[in-house]
């Protein structure tokens, strides 16, 4: 999980460096199409000040690479099944580079080895293509986006650049090579800097963007209740000077224009060594006296006076909206559903966790508006591999009460949560697949009224080593955390037998959790839900005997199920309801928390949360 501790100009610095970097198809005769930049992971830092891989700082020009593309092919008979969502078609188990048959005859000294991702680490994989002579390598993902990449036990020996691209791009790039003919698809992999004259460039990292993408209308009936601040960092890669550079944008609501404006004209430098001129374009803020529900599309442009060698990384855009009910950091769609591009957990290579939880914050001086109050959240998984059983999920709501001003403030801590509400979400494989890409919506156990000016925290808590949360990797909050110091998405995470620990600024903020969160009136949550006359048990905490109060009209027999939270099932019994309560013994099962799952004769469902405390 990364630690990122850089405020202010060190942000700044951090965001250049990584904007300089590219991965670049220079040529693909078979689809020119496929020419340009992508995106990607660098395995280990950019720097080469990783512990576990031993790759080149990749800033410098002199560790820049280009060749051409070729997979690996390690002579390991078959094909791949079983792996990636969805499951890689037609892909021979010789293109994962795990050299399961020893063979090390291929010759890949110049060229850049393309690998898919699975069945072995990281840096083995690098080794193997590396041992061939290869110059660098790309490894598809077999999953959405690119993520980081362990070095494992071989990554110290790696000295050759290792990257990662989303499997989208991937299974482009692999159509590319089969049909292009040897040796002609071909890569650049390094710094900018220089590589052009005229080369102006910013990011999608380098953009303003709000502290939300998705937000209830409701909320923000104004431009001054949801002022929205419009300005880019733009560097200057080229090797010429550049003057009068301008940047503009425009944001376009219901296919028309709603604010537009361009900057006064900028000069830059050309660069010096590795340093870039960079300079920031501020664009004002849009702030309408009145603000309608829907989406706004928001584009920026760099301008210069003559044609940009690499236009490629001077136009960006992205979306917010004003839904009825949704909360989100995440990409969203008009209804406020999530978006995810790839789904994350924690590496337990060397420590082992027992839980964590993903979060986003929310504080909103209009929270209480017309009395909603948070119903619920939603969020998508991903399951580690296909032998997942039964697990369980849980979605959480705290009040974050420690104060402080902005990120730059010491007293910004995690030392006063209070959860005010929660709700079980059982992910059973066996039943319902692994819901990939697919929404899963888990309402509150009880609405929860929100306070104007409170900090909270919507999380969605995770026991299992078998589930990773979606996250949002195409989009980026690093200018915008800059522009406004307010914290986006913690995560927390409990080591083996370890404090549970705080990490504010979560796997980074160039990804977020693809989460929502729900604020309206308590009925209606949705057209599925069925709001049921659910009647707490008691008491809780409990010692050894339980008592659970039945829904009016509920009759005949109801299996009992009793999960710790990691997913385990550790009590399931039948009984028959009568006019009494049920009456549960749990005296056999340890301290701690566990989700009760009951199923009635009528196919109904009640699930609650107690504590066992002797």
């Known amino acids: 999980m990364k630690k990122i501790t850089l405020f202010m100009g060190l942000v700044l610095a951090s965001t250049m460096s990584f904007s300089q970097v590219i991965v670049s198809l220079t040529s693909v005769p078979c689809n020119t199409g496929l020419e340009g930049n992508y995106p990607y992971e660098y395995a280990g830092e950019l720097d080469g000040s990783a512990t576990d891989w031993n790759e080149p700082n990749i800033f410098l020009g002199a560790n820049s690479v280009s060749g051409c593309l070729e997979f690996i092919n390690d002579g390991t008979p078959g094909m791949v099944t079983g792996i990636g969502v969805p499951p890689l078609q037609n892909v021979p188990m010789a293109y994962l580079g795990c050299d399961t048959a020893g063979n090390a005859t291929q010759d890949l000294t110049g060229k850049i080895a393309v690998i898919y991702r699975g069945t072995c680490e990281f840096g083995y994989k690098a080794y193997n293509a590396q041992k061939r002579g290869a110059i660098a390598v790309i490894i598809i993902n077999h999953t959405g986006d690119a993520v980081d990449m362990g070095g494992g036990t071989y990554g110290p020996q790696v000295n050759i650049p290792v990257i990662q691209i989303g499997r989208v791009a991937g299974d482009d790039l692999r159509l590319a090579i089969e049909s292009c003919g040897a040796c002609t698809v071909t890569c650049f992999i390094g710094s900018k800097v220089g590589l052009y004259a005229n080369d102006m460039g910013s990011s999608i990292a380098d953009i303003v963007m709000p502290n939300e ?4 209308a409701f909320m923000a009936e104004t431009g001054a209740e949801f002022p929205v601040d419009l300005g880019l960092w733009a560097f200057n890669y080229g090797t010429n000077a550049q003057t009068g550079v301008t940047a503009s944008v425009n944001i376009d609501f219901g296919g028309s224009s709603v604010y537009s404006n361009t900057s006064a004209p900028l000069n830059f430098a050309a660069p010096a060594g590795i340093v870039i001129d960079t300079q920031y374009f501020d664009l004002g803020t849009f702030s309408p006296p009145t603000l309608s529900a829907g989406t706004y599309t928001v584009t920026y442009t760099l301008n210069i006076a003559g044609a940009d060698d690499d236009a490629t990384d001077n136009t960006f855009t992205y979306e917010y909206n004003l839904t009825g009910s949704a909360y989100a950091k995440s990409r969203t769609d008009a209804a406020g559903n999530p978006t995810a591009s790839t789904a994350f957990s924690l590496n337990e290579t060397s420590i082992q966790y027992d839980d964590f939880e993903v979060c986003m914050v929310f504080r909103d001086a209009n929270a209480s508006r017309y009395g909603k109050k948070a119903l619920g959240m939603t969020f998508s998984s991903m399951p580690v591999g296909f032998d997942i059983d039964f697990e369980v999920l849980e979605v959480r709501l705290y009040e974050w009460n420690d104060v402080f001003t902005d990120m730059n403030d010491a007293a910004l801590a995690f030392t006063a949560l209070n959860q005010v509400a ?3 979400y059982f992910y059973d494989y066996a039943s319902n697949g692994n819901l990939e890409g697919q929404n899963i919506y888990q309402e509150f156990d009880t609405p929860w009224p929100l306070t104007d000016n409170q900090r909270y925290l919507f999380c969605v808590y995770n026991a299992s080593d078998s589930i990773r949360v979606g996250y949002d990797a195409r989009i980026d909050y690093t200018a915008t955390i800059n522009n406004y110091l307010q914290p986006i998405a913690p995560v927390k995470d409990l080591p083996n037998g370890q404090p549970a620990e705080w990490f504010r600024d979560g796997f980074g903020w160039d990804v977020t959790p693809a989460i929502s969160a729900t604020i309206d009136y308590p009925t209606g949550v949705n057209a599925n839900t069925v709001v049921k006359d659910v009647l707490a048990p008691y008491p809780n905490p409990t010692a050894n005997l339980l008592t659970v109060p039945v829904r009016k009209g509920i009759v005949g027999n109801v299996t009992i199920e ?8 550790v009590i399931a019994e039948n009984q028959t309801i009568g006019k009494e309560p049920l009456k549960v013994n749990v ?17 109904s469902k009640d699930t609650f949360k ?3 405390n002797r």
């Open 422 to 424: 929660s709700g079980i």
């Open 213 to 216: 993408l998705a937000k209830p």
């Open 562 to 569: 009793i999960y710790d939270l990691a997913g385990k099932l």
């Open 610 to 612: 107690v504590s066992v």
């Open 587 to 603: 005296a056999s099962i340890a301290n701690g928390a566990y989700v009760f799952n009951l199923t009635f004769a009528d196919g």
